[in-house]
Structures are given as structure tokens and as C-alpha cells.
């Protein structure tokens, strides 16, 4: 069974930074793709970040510059690492595992930004 398990959420003032981690109980973690996602209230899911196997990333537009997605296929772990921290940040962040055409989530993690 593939579990993914997130952590590192928590409250931080605007302009600080978090480090989100994500450990996958799978082998399979090294050819896969791994992506961050976040949903705030009210609105949809959206991409943070993702990096694939070969470590070619991808963000969100609005985390550009601000947020850097990083792999351990060694620990079987992703992270986040997120700066410059903003109110509209606010939002429970899943972490996404892609392989073989189906697609794995985490419990997720709560980030909120005080303004």
C-alpha cells in the first residue's frame, strides 16, 4: 500500500519561510513524478510545484521565484521549501505521487500566513 505523509505545516508571519517534507513508503518513489498541491477555502485545487523523475521542475505561477521543489530519491522524500511567505498562501498543501497513470495523495498539511 503507498502512503504518502506530509509534514512541517504550521503558522508563519508574512515574509517568513517553511520547509514542507513529504515521505513515500514506496520504491517506486524514484521514477515517479512529485508534485506539491494546495487548496484554500472556497476555491480549487492548484498546482504548486512538481519535479519528475529526472528533476525537471514546474511551478505555479504565483510561487515562482518564492518556493523551490526538491527530491530525495535516496530517503524517498520531497520537499518545499517556501520563502517570502504571503496571506494568499494560506492553504492545507497535498503532496502528489504520479506513476504508472495513477496518481497518489497525502493527508495533507496546513500552512497559514498572518498578515
Known amino acids: 500500500q503507498v502512503r504518502l505523509v506530509e509534514s512541517g505545516g504550521g503558522l508563519v508571519q508574512a515574509g517568513g519561510s517553511l520547509r514542507l517534507s513529504c515521505v513515500v513508503s514506496?520504491?517506486?518513489?524514484?521514477?515517479?513524478?512529485m508534485g506539491w498541491y494546495r487548496q484554500a477555502p472556497g476555491k480549487q485545487r492548484e498546482l504548486v510545484a512538481a519535479i519528475t523523475s529526472g528533476g525537471s521542475t514546474n511551478y505555479g505561477d504565483s510561487v515562482k521565484g518564492r518556493f523551490t521543489i526538491s527530491r530525495d530519491n535516496a530517503k524517498n522524500t520531497v520537499d518545499l521549501q517556501m520563502s517570502s511567505l504571503k496571506p494568499e498562501d494560506t492553504a492545507v498543501y497535498y503532496c502528489?505521487?504520479?506513476?504508472?497513470?495513477?496518481?497518489?495523495w497525502g493527508q495533507g498539511t496546513q500552512v497559514t500566513v498572518s498578515s
Open positions: 514506496t520504491s517506486i518513489f524514484s521514477i515517479s513524478t
Open positions: 502528489k505521487m504520479s506513476t504508472w497513470g495513477r496518481n497518489y
